[in-house]
């Protein structure tokens, strides 16, 4: 068999795959096998999600609700947030992405204090989350250092 057949074989194959996995997509959504609401998984037939009370936040000076036990990150995400800061060096824009408190791409500033990673820290009634400017800033310390 010539590598053109196979390669036009592979390829009909990974059309044909990616057909059924849509399909059976369509067909869990037509069953209503989850529900999606404000950007956030109400049921799901695998997960429980434990929320706890609706609770409001600010985000850069504006209200934003979320739940108790909810990680920052997934609350401003639910509230159509994707960019949570930008890169120290060249400003382009950051967001989730480790979502496990290992990469730096959601550090922001909670309450006053620089750096926070909101993929792993939980929402609180009344907080305080502003995008973060470059390395951070803390009062009274001036800018973080480069070395740091």
């Given at each position: 068999?010539?590598?053109?057949?196979l390669?036009?074989?592979?390829?009909?194959?990974?059309?044909?795959?990616?057909?059924?996995?849509?399909?059976?997509?369509?067909?869990?959504?037509?069953?209503?096998?989850?529900?999606?609401?404000?950007?956030?998984?109400?049921e799901?037939?695998?997960?429980?999600?434990e929320?706890?009370?609706r609770?409001?936040?600010f985000y850069n000076?504006?209200?934003?609700e979320?739940y108790?036990?909810?990680?920052?990150?997934?609350?401003?995400?639910?509230?159509?947030?994707?960019?949570?800061g930008e890169?120290?060096?060249?400003?382009?824009?950051?967001?989730l992405?480790?979502?496990?408190?290992?990469?730096?791409s959601?550090?922001m500033v909670?309450?006053?204090?620089?750096?926070t990673r909101?993929c792993?820290?939980?929402?609180?009634?009344?907080?305080?989350?502003?995008?973060?400017?470059?390395?951070?800033?803390v009062?009274?310390?001036?800018k973080?250092?480069?070395?740091?």
């Amino acid at each position: 068999m010539s590598t053109k057949i196979l390669l036009i074989l592979l390829c009909y194959c990974y059309d044909w795959l990616n057909m059924l996995s849509l399909w059976r997509l369509m067909s869990a959504k037509k069953q209503n096998l989850w529900q999606v609401s404000n950007l956030r998984i109400e049921e799901h037939p695998v997960l429980n999600f434990e929320r706890g009370e609706r609770i409001s936040f600010f985000y850069n000076d504006r209200e934003v609700e979320g739940y108790l036990n909810e990680t920052i990150a997934a609350a401003l995400h639910a509230a159509g947030v994707r960019k949570l800061g930008e890169s120290p060096e060249l400003h382009r824009p950051r967001g989730l992405f480790c979502a496990i408190g290992n990469c730096s791409s959601c550090f922001m500033v909670v309450d006053g204090e620089p750096n926070t990673r909101v993929c792993v820290m939980k929402v609180k009634p009344g907080m305080r989350v502003e995008e973060q400017k470059g390395r951070g800033e803390v009062k009274g310390l001036g800018k973080v250092r480069k070395n740091i």
